[in-house]
T-cell receptor, first 118, second 112 residues
Framework: GAVVSQHPSRVICKSGTSVKIECRSLDFQATTMFWYRQFPKKSLMLMATSNEGSKATYEQGVEKDKFLINHASLTLSTLTVTSAHPEDSSFYIC??????????????FGSGTRLTVV | DAKTTQPPSMDCAEGRAANLPCNHSTISGNEYVYWYRQIHSQGPQYIIHGLKNNETNEMASLIITEDRKSSTLILPHATLRDTAVYYCIVKKKGGATNKLIFGTGTLLAVQP
C-alpha cells in the first residue's frame, strides 16, 4: 500500500531557530500534499495544501512567511517553521494524495513530527 | 460544505462490535463519506469510504442511510488496539485539491 515517511519524528529546538520537516511518498507520486497541525487533545487543523511545482495554498489564519512549504518533486514536500517560538510547539502531520480532483482518491498520512520549542 | 456530527466518546467491550455513528445531514449528492482513525500520537489511518452503498473491507463496515444523512462505522470485533479517535469526514468539494477537513471525532475506548 501507499506509504508516507515523515522525518523527524521528534525535534526540540531553541526559540528563534528554524526547523525543517520532511514528508516523502515512498511508493507513489504525490501530486498533492497537505500539512496539518494538532494541539494536545484537539483535532487536526489543515494548514496548507501544496501541489508539486506550484506555490502552496494556505488556510486562513496560517502565516505563509512563518510556515514555508516546498513541494519541489512528486515525492517530497517540506515544511519549515521559521523563527520558531514556544507557541509553535505542536504535532505536525503531512498527508499525500496521488490523484487530483477525484473524490475517491486516497490520502495517506505520515506518522507525524512532535515539535517542541524551548 | 457538509459538516459532520459525532459523539465525543464511546466505550466498547473487547470482542464486541463497536458502532460509531455520524450525522452529515447537509451532504450533497456527489460527496463521499470517509472514515479515518488516529491512535494516540500517530498519523491518521484510512479505514473505509462510501458514497451511498454499504461498504465492507478487512477493517470495518460502513452503513449509509438511504437518505445519506447519516452513517455508522462498524468494527465487528473490537480489540484493545482499536482504541483511537475516529473521524467521519465528508469529502469537501472545491478547487483541485479535495481537502480532508477533520472534525472533533469520537474517542472510542475499548475496555478489557
Amino acid at each position: 500500500g501507499a506509504v508516507v515517511s515523515q522525518h523527524p519524528s521528534r525535534v526540540i529546538c531553541k526559540s528563534g531557530t528554524s526547523v525543517k520537516i520532511e514528508c516523502r511518498s515512498l511508493d507513489f507520486q504525490a501530486t498533492t500534499m497537505f500539512w496539518y497541525r494538532q494541539f494536545p487533545k484537539k483535532s487536526l487543523m489543515l494548514m496548507a495544501t501544496s501541489n508539486e511545482g506550484s506555490k502552496a495554498t494556505y488556510e486562513q489564519g496560517v502565516e505563509k512567511d512563518k510556515f514555508l512549504i516546498n513541494h519541489a518533486s512528486l515525492t517530497l514536500s517540506t515544511l519549515t517553521v521559521t523563527s520558531a517560538h514556544p507557541e509553535d510547539s505542536s504535532f505536525y502531520i503531512c498527508s499525500a494524495s496521488a490523484h487530483r480532483d477525484t473524490p475517491q482518491s486516497g490520502y495517506t498520512f505520515g506518522s507525524g513530527t512532535r515539535l517542541t520549542v524551548v | 460544505d457538509a459538516k459532520t456530527t459525532q459523539p465525543p466518546s464511546m466505550d466498547c467491550a473487547e470482542g464486541r462490535a463497536a458502532n460509531l455513528p455520524c450525522n452529515h445531514s447537509t451532504i450533497s449528492g456527489n460527496e463521499y463519506v470517509y472514515w479515518y482513525r488516529q491512535i494516540h500520537s500517530q498519523g491518521p489511518q484510512y479505514i473505509i469510504h462510501g458514497l451511498k452503498n454499504n461498504e465492507t473491507n478487512e477493517m470495518a463496515s460502513l452503513i449509509i442511510t438511504e437518505d445519506r444523512k447519516s452513517s455508522t462505522l462498524i468494527l465487528p470485533h473490537a480489540t484493545l488496539r482499536d482504541t483511537a479517535v475516529y473521524y467521519c469526514i465528508v469529502k469537501k468539494k472545491g478547487g483541485a485539491t479535495n481537502k480532508l477537513i477533520f472534525g472533533t471525532g469520537t474517542l472510542l475506548a475499548v475496555q478489557p
